[in-house]
């Protein structure tokens, strides 16, 4: 059986990777775990604080399983411009529900701080009209800003779209499975290398360089899937499947307890996932009948209104604890006191979970789509019409400038110029802030520094 009747095959066939599945609910736990900011009993365990890790074993995932959903259909029956729609559907209506959602506690605690409640930090500072256009776009994580916003784990949202977007037209331009495989094989060698040489983030890398860290762990998951199927339609069973599994947890378990995100060693996290993945695919061992069962399905299935509303929670608990308890830093609370917060955060964030997946989540997807695929539809046909007037080139280039051209001008009026001089910036977020700083408040520290820098480049040409 080739390899391309396989995918179709199972393709058809519908076929549910249930324990990777509850290895998703369970690692999405372990994040929201470890974001949480004051102190529990394992808040300073070594698996808690190199559990961003598993922000990769997602990436992975989600190459594996849009590999396993939509490779053999893209091109055939499924359109790029539909997938596209069909994932943007799908991730878009939860991501501007919680991007509305910190838009209103930014405009709330701009509110209570005319009434002289002190705030820990200043309204409207990160959270600036740019960054609001950034992410409502979906590109807050392609190097526009040097900070995370709003709602900080959407960054991955924005890597996660870009990166659907590359695997259609990849999928369109490589037609062949050698040509496809090739081509993951050269993004993982070209993204793990990137990701190797910029200083002290490597694995790190998220609102700035996140869209390498997505690129490399989703070819790896591409990898990972099209290796599962070929060892599957080869009649390979896995012998001691329940040996195997034990070994892959372990492994992963030692990898996140002994390597920080200051280690270079932290980029082979997401090939070890990708061999975990191809491991429990096969869902013979008795951690895969574990993971199948229905508490561990049910994390799986609101495993994405988890990961994007954990931080909510998390505000909403800081108030507490900040104005209720008298602890301004909330990090200084008591770690038996924080043992009781755990509890109502877990079942806080899960329960918002599982009501949004019910009632919003799903619902929202399906009502999206046939929206989005009517509106494409009509734009595809009016651009029908004008397209012997129009040179697609230059219009993408208008696009590019007018979306850049928002961004500066909501970063001119948003933007604070008092952050340190030697923070790390983002390969964008340089020149919004250099921009700002220049043309609008030429009294702040950083705008004398670039006249300072200009100046000495000036004379230095002379």
């Not at 709602?151 to 890597?159: D, I």
């Not at 690129?215 to 790896?220: C, D, M, P, W």
């Not at 599962?228 to 030692?254: D, M, T, W, Y």
């Amino acid at each position: 059986m080739s390899t391309a009747s396989a995918i179709s095959k199972k393709t058809k066939s519908r076929r549910r990777y249930d324990a990777l599945n509850g290895l998703r609910g369970l690692s999405t736990m372990v994040i929201a775990l470890f974001h949480v900011p004051f102190a529990w009993s394992l808040k300073s365990s070594a698996i808690m604080g190199n559990a961003f890790h598993l922000v990769d074993f997602f990436l992975v995932l989600s190459g594996f399983v849009m590999t396993h959903g939509f490779e053999a259909r893209i091109g055939r029956d499924l359109s790029c411009r539909n997938f596209i729609l069909d994932r943007l559907a799908r991730i878009y209506p939860m991501h501007f529900f919680f991007l509305m959602v910190f838009l209103a506690y930014e405009l709330t605690k701009l509110i209570v701080s005319n009434y002289g409640i002190q705030l820990t930090k200043p309204v409207f500072v990160d959270n600036n009209l740019a960054t609001f256009i950034s992410n409502l776009f979906l590109v807050q994580a392609m190097g526009l800003h040097d900070n995370y916003s709003y709602n900080v784990p959407s960054w991955t949202v924005s890597v996660e779209f870009v990166t659907y977007c590359l695997f259609g037209f990849a999928l369109l331009t490589a037609r062949s499975a050698n040509a496809r495989i090739l081509t993951a094989i050269a993004a993982v060698i070209l993204s793990s290398v990137f990701l190797l040489m910029v200083p002290q983030k490597f694995m790190h890398a998220t609102y700035d360089y996140g869209l390498f860290r997505g690129v490399y762990g989703f070819a790896l998951g591409y990898l990972a899937y099209h290796l599962s199927i070929r060892l599957e339609a080869g009649g390979f069973k896995l012998p001691g499947a329940s040996g195997f599994e034990f070994i892959a947890l372990i492994a992963v378990s030692l990898f996140i307890v002994n390597v920080t995100d200051a280690s270079p060693f932290a980029v082979t996290s997401s090939m070890l996932f990708a061999l975990t993945m191809v491991v429990f695919s096969f869902d013979q061992g008795i951690f895969s009948k574990m993971l199948c069962a229905r508490g561990f399905q049910s994390i799986g299935n609101w495993s994405y209104p988890i990961y994007l509303g954990h931080f909510l929670i998390i505000s909403l608990i800081g108030i507490v604890i900040r104005h209720g308890m008298g602890y301004p830093d909330i990090s200084k609370l008591p770690a038996d006191a924080g043992n009781y917060f755990i509890v109502v955060y877990v079942m806080g964030t899960v329960s918002l979970a599982a009501f949004l997946h019910m009632r919003f989540e799903m619902p929202a997807k399906h009502w999206a789509y046939p929206r989005m695929k009517k509106l494409g539809d009509l734009v595809e046909d009016q651009l029908s019409l004008l397209r012997p007037r129009i040179k697609p080139i230059p219009v993408a280039a208008m696009a590019i400038i007018l979306t850049y051209a928002l961004l500066l001008a909501g970063q001119g009026i948003g933007t604070s110029h008092d952050k340190s001089a030697n923070q790390m910036s983002s390969p964008g977020g340089v020149y919004l802030d250099a921009w700002s700083a220049t043309y609008l408040d030429r009294s702040s520290p950083l705008a004398q520094r670039m006249h300072e820098r200009a100046e000495g480049s000036s004379s230095s040409r002379f």
